[in-house]
């Protein structure tokens, strides 16, 4: 196993008096595909949402190559190389999908046309939709042009939060495609899921989050065999 | 800045159509602009003051300063999607700093009778004319007194929107209100009487009918154009900032702003630089107003004024600088001048015994719920006006039309 590009260490998180995350640990080694998975409510957005710094932890701590990142805010973090693909896409819908990758790359100061057209070539339909507002695109294509508008930021890391929430099932498919693609490509991605049986398909480790921990961990394949698992998240 | 909007202007990274029918949109826009400068020279100068002239030339004036004051709300509103209600107490403050600033110093005692000649003894037009002389002195004076009032009004949008901007859609609305209602208590105040000279009206600042070049005994009158330079290149510089990568990041912030901080657009730092921005046009635009109406008066830029130019924002269609001016045009000509004949009694010579004051208020309302029945998003809706677009609507259409007969044709064999 590789190093760890991101440190996870005792993470809390608190929402009023609501403890939604309650002090997990866990690595994130460069260039594999880490999956959190769980119900809802078990924490896993709130875990990405603490990374990112939109909301700040209660305690632990969060390492990005060695540099604690932990409160920090998110125009910072970005800067640093995390970037956050929202839940439900979250897209901009009056700006076109161009408009919508150069946000990505709002703060970055080089020049981006290779970025874009790099994700043109993952994405060849977004290419095609190139001038068209982000909001008339389908389900699927938002999802691509958010996972794109991620990748313009030249991420170290891309968390996905729910990539396949809302899609059809072979849109799915594509989807986590696409997510294979990139990480071959050499992007480190942590991906949370409700769609444990594709995710841990795709991922080299995965963790079960229960109630704000984790109770579980392994390969991907190993929790795909596993019975409590199984029984819980696959529904077999 | 410049950077990042030369990125956005250089036409490498657009595709060659789009490019094509920009191109065609600015020469056709710099063609009607030189075509209404000539214009606006010559009413100023050659045509005669007839009952015509007499209602164009000011509703010409007020529509140029209205069109600027619409725009720099839309920033807000349109672009960056933050609800603010402050418009006339900013514009307030623009009006009374570009007053109080080119009050010539001779006229301190007259203005200031209350306050012993108030407590700002000097005005920036005298002391330029004094190294310039005079027909430069009260141009470039009266443009630095604009620019004061902008600077002034984006100080205090600064300090406001540290609070405010922190709140969020009608709770920002209803701050923002009541800042520009105490910003209007205050300039009434006699306390500070020296200053803003109470609840009195403050005159004889250079206003627009001082804008001309004197050449022997003709002079070069440039009383239209001024505001229409002023607020034209004021309106350029928010296009060119809406446009560009700032531009984007407001736009991506009304659109969602969870995302846009995802994307590390500091949303604070965004939202302060979008109200600081519009309200320093807010406050050029009060400046406008204030050599418009030739006195200043804190008493008129009530909360009625600020939902005037809301409504000429919706009207216009929110997210749109091109319907945002159409529709200041048209209220400030709707309202001063084409429906004047309601209140005068009569249509020609005979008379209707309900055409009386205030009569063309009613049918305004009505006109405007009208408008905003049939066209929900305003004239314009969220899109800006351009010829290209025009005619690649009109071709599609008539392609359209010419389908539907060829298939009609069709059956009837």
Redo the contacts between chains.
Sequence with gaps: MSEAILKIRDLKVNYGGIEAVKGISFDVPAGEIVTLIGANGAGKSSTLRAISGIVKPAGGSIELLGEHIEGKNPTDIVKMGITLVPEGRKIFPDLSVKENLRVGAYLRKDNIEDDINWVYDLFPRLKERSWQAGGTLSGGEQQMLAVGRALMSRPKVIMMDEPSLGLAPIVVRGIFDIIREINRQGMTILLIEQNANMALKTAHKGYVMETGSITMSGTGLELLADESVKAAYLGT | MG?RINEMINPA?R?PE?QKAKKLDLTVAAVLLAVLLVFLIVLDNVLPQNSFTLMLIPVLKKGAIYSLACVSMNLLNGFTGLFSLGQAGFMLVGAYTYAIFSIPSGQHNAVYQYFDGGAIKFSIPELLSGVLGDTAGSFLGSIICIILAGLVVAAFAALIGIPVLRLKSDYLAIASLGFAEIIRAIFQWNGLGAVTNGSNLLRKYTAFSNMKIDIGSFSLKFSTLFPFLIAGLSILVIVLLINS?YG??F??I???E?????????LFKHKMLSFVISSFFAGVAGALLAMYQTTVQASTFNTTMTYEILLMVVIGGI?SISGSCIAAFLYIACSEWWLRFLDSGAIGSISVPFFRDGFRKVVFSVVIMVIVLFFSKGIMG?KELSLSRMIKKSKAKRAARAEAKAAEGGEAK
């Design positions: 950077k990274l595709n789009e990568s984007r990041a736009k991506a009304r659109d969602d969870i995302a846009a901080e995802a994307m590390g657009i500091n997210g969220d």
